[in-house]
């Protein structure tokens, strides 16, 4: 972390504050921190103030011992940075054209009979309009459209911390890590047959806690995709457990919460630790330990009626699994056309890590266990 914004301020100005009484509020790139005070004092000047930005060690505050002590400053200190607004503004309403009026100067102006026609029509001055007639004769394909849109001002937004870590992140992960990208389509009936039964039976999972077991037993039985690469000491990390990170979308961006060894977990341990670590990612309660890490990660966007997409590696991370939404279309079966629902699975790799060939391997052993779920309940 090198800067963070302050969300909110607990106390006021002339308080006296106790030693661990709750100062302020800080959002940092993942989640919103509680920062507790750590010695008593009389809070006399805040430096930087709510849905301000401020560097790690920058001064933020003044205490005092003293009430009405004097205060003095030893030793200069780090401007505040400009307060940054919390919420976008609505952009500016466009400024209203005054209606051009026709004056008696457009009875002179050298126009066809149509344009002069439509001008008055549209109350437009035409010795305002260029003409492309002959000897700059103004024509009615040279007036302005009726009710043409006019142009929007551009507005600036300030990246929240979150943005502006996953843009810097994403980028360097983009530039630096030699990406590839294998596609398996997975005949999905039988998985949701699964979790059809499973529902009935009082257990409500969805399709992704039954994504993140599969993928789980999947990398159990190809550890080398459960890698990942140390850039500053080029080599490569044999993660010690299977922790797969689950993409949650929260506002003003993405984090990865990671449901910690999802091989020895069962289907409804796994559910129950998404829906948990997805409803505190929400609000932004979730502990450092708890998005930070993780072996392999797993992006679905199949609820919104995606096909399939490719996803960025997540660093030091060496593969992510995009999963596509389930589509009904025509299978064979047994020399036969019939309706089937298949779902497309992209895997994105790093070839420092994964060749081609193993990570072919490891989507195929994925396709076996999503078509064949039994082996996720036993």
């Known amino acids: 972390m090198e800067e963070g914004t302050i969300v909110k301020w607990h106390k006021k100005v002339g308080e006296f504050v106790e030693a661990g009484d709750l100062l302020i509020e800080v959002a940092t790139d993942k989640a919103t921190v509680e920062f507790n005070a750590l010695d008593q004092g009389w809070l006399r000047e805040i430096i930087v103030q709510e849905n301000g930005e401020a560097k790690v060690n920058q001064p933020i505050a003044v205490f005092s011992e003293e009430q009405n002590e004097s205060i003095t400053t030893a030793a200069p200190t780090a401007p505040a940075p400009a307060p940054v607004k919390a919420e976008v503004e609505a952009p500016k309403a466009a400024p209203t054209m005054p209606a051009q009026k026709v004056v008696s100067s457009s009875d002179r102006v050298a ?181 930070k890490g993780g072996s392999f990660t797993v992006s679905n966007l199949g609820m919104y009626g995606i096909t399939s997409f490719a996803a960025i590696i997540n660093p030091p991370q060496s593969a992510i699994l995009a999963v596509g939404g389930v589509q009904e279309t025509p299978v064979v079966r047994n020399g036969q056309v019939v309706p089937g629902k298949v779902m497309m699975l992209t895997l994105s790799a790093d070839h420092r890590v994964v060749d081609g060939v193993a990570g072919a391997e490891f989507l195929v052993s994925l396709k076996n266990i999503l078509e064949n779920p039994v082996v996720l309940v036993i």
């Open 111 to 291: 126009a066809s009979p149509l344009a002069k026609k439509l001008a008055k029509q549209r109350e437009i001055d035409l010795s305002s309009v260029q003409g492309t007639g002959p000897n700059g004769r103004v024509m009615s394909r040279d007036l302005p459209l009726e009710g043409a849109p006019v142009a929007r001002e551009t507005t600036e937004i300030p990246l929240t911390p979150m943005r502006k870590v996953i843009s810097k992140r994403l980028q360097q992960a983009k530039a630096t890590i030699p990406h590839f990208y294998l596609n398996q389509a997975v005949n999905v009936e039988s998985l949701l047959t699964l979790r059809e039964q499973l529902k009935a039976s009082n257990i409500p999972v969805t399709i992704n806690d039954l994504i993140v077991k599969a993928c789980a037993l999947a990398l159990e039985k190809h550890p080398v995709v459960n890698c990942g690469f140390n850039d500053e000491k080029n080599c490569i990390l044999k993660f010690g457990s299977i922790d797969i990170s689950v993409a949650v979308t929260v506002d003003g961006g993405l984090i990865t919460p990671i449901v910690k060894n999802a091989d020895v977990l069962g289907i409804v341990e796994i559910s129950k630790a998404i829906k948990e670590l997805s409803s505190r990612a929400k609000v932004g309660k979730l502990q450092e330990h708890e998005y």
